[in-house]
């Protein structure tokens, strides 16, 4: 029987729901990929380990084939772990079941052939570091990829090799870049992304003309100066909107619940409307913000001309983007939260629309390459009008 079939059979026997979670899976923390790297990491662990694959998700369009995207790689830009995508297959076979298969996986290179690695020493004129972070599919079969790093905004064809980098306008970009976090906060730059805070998440709109990056959190010149924690955001989050030709049309605002909350992901809706992941970074029982948002770019300001937003209050004739709930993943009535609730839900995708009209909704976690810990993946349906 059909996914589709064994799916209408449930949701015509029950009362439709707008969000209903239809099952999880994990998996392991030691599983590997499909590389066929054998050398080791400076840490000692293997290049090929599938670990950190739900940093982002992206659906193909065909089937029920995703793209999984990892970050820099075990250690926190440590090891010289070689960047690169996977294609997988993620089934919700049976009410409250997901299959996992990986079926492929991409290297990441530059036009010359050379690996792009997630080693955070990497920089310099002819430093290939990178840092992914989030992923997207075009229609003509053209990937994007966001990256912490710079923040920047890559394309890759099919194979993995770099087509096009996006100029990035100069305020999100910091003047002394560093292998130490320390050493790229105040008073070494005064303007620019956090250290692990730039572009978490990406979208292409529904009409495919434009990109839209988000943050994860405040730039420099958006935090409180006084503040020298680097854990702690202004609340209000820049989103850069670029058109697929590279031309940049605005930055937006968003607002976040919490100056201690981060932004993971962003996904388009339609050509206005976005779903964005919005967490904390607490685990386990402790875990208290990790929810999902409907936002609206429709009638918002564009701050492109504004160098310092307040960390707080915006001002007067400021105007962010509507936000409307959608998803509380630690709402009991979905069983989720306890103590092996994961700290890192990163990946936001939709899959083939579901036969009641709602659609599938798949979130992933970042494991961060740890071993003893797995990868979690959870599917929703969800109602979106």
Known sequence: MSIFLILA????????????????????????DLSGMKNLLEDKSPNNRLGGFGSAIAYTGQGNKYLLLPDRGPGD??????????????????????????????LLKTPEGNPLTGLSKGFGPSGNRFDPEGIRVLKNGSILI??????SV???????????????????????????????????????RVTNKGFEGIAISSDQKKWLAALQGSLIQD????????KTNGENLRFLETSIEGKHLREIVYKMESAK??????????????????????????AGFKKIFRIS?????????IIELPPLKLPEGIVSVSKTLVLDLLDPKFGLKGKDFPPKIEGLAFGPDLPDGRKLLIITTDNDFKPDEPTWIYAFAVKID
Do not use: M
């Open 146 to 151: 966001s990256d912490e790093y710079g923040p």
């Open 9 to 32: 059979t449930l949701w015509n026997s029950t009362q439709q729901l707008d969000v209903q979670l239809l099952g999880k899976t994990s998996i392991p923390g030691t599983a590997s």
């Open 297 to 305: 770019t429709k009638n918002v300001t564009d701050v492109s001309k």
């Open 223 to 230: 935090r409180n100066p006084s503040n020298s924690d680097l």
């Open 154 to 192: 890559w394309l890759f064809d099919s194979t993995g090799k770099l087509k096009h980098k996006f100029l990035i306008p100069e305020k999100f970009l910091i003047q002394n870049k560093s292998d130490d976090a320390e050493k790229e906060f105040p008073p070494f730059n005064k303007k620019g």
């Open 261 to 286: 909350n981060g932004v993971s992901e962003i996904l388009a809706i339609g050509e206005e409307n976005y779903l964005v992941l919005e967490r904390d970074s607490d685990a386990g029982e402790s």
């Open 77 to 106: 830009g440590a090891n010289s772990f070689t960047c690169r995508f996977h294609l997988a297959e993620i089934t919700v076979s049976t009410p409250g079941k997901i299959d996992f298969k990986l079926l492929k996986t991409t």
